[in-house]
């Protein structure tokens, strides 16, 4: 079998550091790793050398928490992330219609009314302005509420009456809809936009997967699949086109369809392992939904929404413990955390079948409960810099405890951080940034809150390589004799570089169980044929 061998003046294992290092792959397990001139002397005729002397070889990076649907489909929609007024959205709206054509669907996603000169939800009146002839569904970036026109609105079957109130649909004094969506209200006219074809879905996937290779990922948890993306992953799989390891997590209609089923695959399968289930115990901090115990600062009649009744979380906690399956739960606010850590106590579920995912709004009392239930925590570093407007949204005293990432990091042993894609950068080292710097560079009020929770940049690089493999009980994460060969190489040394410096990082190689499936260094010399 022919080795592949990399030697490097700089080497982290994930455990240490190693300088003048060698790594020796054999199929998809390093077999090696120490000294430069041991890893060489292993060398034979036919094997691959590549000197990589100036980089830095890493774990392959690991994002636990994204939408890799959501993600491959940005490129094909309206990015409305830097959109600063309603003006300028229905601008865009009104050429995205023209360029498409009359009764084309316009999708978007992005926008943020906290960036908006008019500081208000856009509406279908506007949406209608700019393209009354065309079904128009814009999304807001934290993907829990959305706009919709008149056209989408009827296409969807949610125009007018008291019989959708309960969905989330927001009406006006008239009892006229305004457009605006909250939680399964989005789902709800999502599901009338056309789907592409299970090919044409797999092709979009791979070349999602394509840039998150690209970026350092080699293994991700993928949330809320759906049944047609998973044969679409399924697909890929059996065209030996999937190079990137995906941890499923299903939606809970596909799950309750799919559960007593075999999932269409092996459990032995590297590249796709179906994990469990992703459901919500609430919504978000920018659309007011996360579930709070006090009232929102700066609206004081809202605490948010609790979405999943006690008593379903603790039954579906229980299938959990019976049939051995995670569930991840999404839970921003300290309410909605309380309830599933009281589901958890309810259930008698404990640590590796539960997933807490974001934890964004904790309390003294909430991290101790943390510590006796010990579900893993999954949290999203760049939410610090997104979410600058949350001391407001808060106040100072509950600010003190927004993304606790040091104190979370005592209380369980075990953070696997995430970009929850395509709502925040998938890049792994714009989290580390944020995880280190807590938005000190940009002058984010919360830091001046929180800056005791400030990570390593050896604590924020384990949760994004050592964490997410003991939450997916992968033998990844690490660079050890024995262990997968998931293994980057990057432009710089992190442990060097000041946090500034962080972002600029660039990964070179993404090696994932031995085969180099992203390189940007082919045509340099260094590569070597022994």
């Known amino acids: 079998m022919r080795k592949l061998i990399l030697v490097s003046s ?6 240490k550091q190693i300088r003048d290092g060698g790594i020796v792959i054999e199929g998809d397990k390093v077999t090696f790793v120490g000294s430069r001139e041991e890893a060489l002397r292993k060398a034979r005729r036919g094997d691959i050398v590549v000197d990589l002397n100036g980089y830095t070889v890493l774990p392959g990076f690991q994002d636990a928490h994204l939408h890799l649907l959501g993600l491959s489909l940005s490129d094909r929609i309206l990015d409305l992330r830097d959109v600063d007024s309603i003006d300028v959205l229905k601008e865009k709206v ?73 969905t989330g649909v927001e009406f006006d004094e008239n009892g006229d809809p305004t457009g605006v969506l909250k939680e399964n209200a989005v789902e709800l006219v999502a599901k ?10 797999a092709e979009i996937l791979k070349k999602g997967i394509d840039r998150l290779l690209a970026a350092g990922l080699t293994t991700i948890h993928a949330m809320s699949v759906t049944e047609k993306e998973f044969k679409a992953l399924q697909l890929l799989r059996s065209k030996g086109q999937l190079k990137i390891k995906v941890r499923v997590y299903f939606d809970l209609e596909a799950w309750k369809r799919l559960k007593d089923t075999d999932l269409l695959v092996s459990p032995e399968d590297d590249f796709i392992r179906v994990m469990g289930v992703k459901v919500f115990a609430d919504g978000s901090l920018g659309g007011r939904t996360a579930a709070l115990q006090e009232p929102y600062s700066d609206k004081p009649d809202v605490k948010g929404d609790l979405l999943m009744p006690k008593k379903e979380l603790s039954d579906l906690f229980r299938q959990a413990l019976k049939h051995g399956f995670q569930v ?38 909430i991290i101790e409960d943390i510590r006796d239930v010990s579900p893993y925590l999954i949290v999203q570093p760049h939410f610090i810099l997104s979410d600058w407007w949350i ?23 075990i953070l696997a951080a995430s970009s929850d894609a395509p709502v925040e950068p998938f890049n792994p080292w714009l989290g ?6 807590r938005g000190e560079k940009e002058k984010i009020e919360l830091y001046n809150f929180t800056r005791g929770e400030k990570l390593s940049i050896d604590e924020a690089i384990k949760m994004y390589t050592v964490y997410p493999a003991i939450v997916s009980k992968d033998q990844t994460g690490l660079i050890s004799e024995g262990r997968k060969a998931d293994i ?34 082919e045509n340099h010399l260094f590569i070597k044929y022994m």
């Open 432 to 437: 580390v940034y944020a995880a280190v710097l």
């Open 10 to 15: 700089s080497i982290f294992t994930g455990e």
């Open 328 to 365: 991840a739960v999404h839970a921003i606010g300290d309410r909605a955390i309380k309830e599933v850590l009281e589901a958890a106590r309810a259930s008698g579920i404990r640590g590796d079948l539960l997933r807490i995912e974001h934890v964004s709004v904790v309390t003294p009392t």
């Open 192 to 201: 009338a936009v056309p789907e592409p074809s299970l090919s044409e879905l």
């Open 391 to 413: 001391v407001r949204r808060l106040g100072e005293e509950r600010s003190r405890f927004a993304y606790a990432f040091k104190s979370l990091l005592a209380a369980r042993g």
């Open 94 to 166: 009104a050429e995205q219609a023209e360029k498409l054509g009359p009764g084309k669907w316009i999708v978007g996603r992005g926008w943020d009314q906290e960036k908006f000169i008019e500081k208000r939800y856009p509406t279908r009146r506007d949406l209608d302005d700019a393209a009354p002839r065309n079904p128009v569904l814009l999304i807001r970036v934290c993907g829990h509420i959305a706009v919709a026109n008149t056209l989408a609105l009827k296409i969807a079957g949610v125009y007018g009456g008291s019989a959708v109130k309960e």
């Open 488 to 521: 980057i190489v990057v432009n710089g040394n992190p442990f060097e570089a000041s946090g500034e410096e962080l972002p600029k990082i660039r990964v070179l190689m993404t090696i994932v169980n031995g085969e180099i499936v992203y390189n940007a260094l």
